[in-house]
């Protein structure tokens, strides 16, 4: 795993969530995207870095938005 594969998921999920009209849980992004659950994560993290996504824990699950 490197910087450049990290920035490929996290182009992938934002795309995802995009389609999605900007809300997703983490089931929606990995049935989305084809990724892993940790590398979902790994995406995650470079957009909220970024200041693109908003992440809100559940009792049940993680739902991430666009901002």
């Known amino acids: 795993m490197n910087v450049e594969t990290i920035g490929l998921w996290a182009g992938a999920t934002w795309n995802a969530l995009n389609e999605a009209e900007g809300k997703l849980n983490i089931k929606g992004l990995k049935k989305a995207t084809k990724l892993k ?12 870095r970024e200041s693109k996504v908003n992440v809100n824990e559940t009792e049940t699950d993680v739902e991430v938005t666009l901002l």
């Open 37 to 48: 659950e940790k590398e979902i994560y790994a995406a995650i993290g470079w957009l909220a």
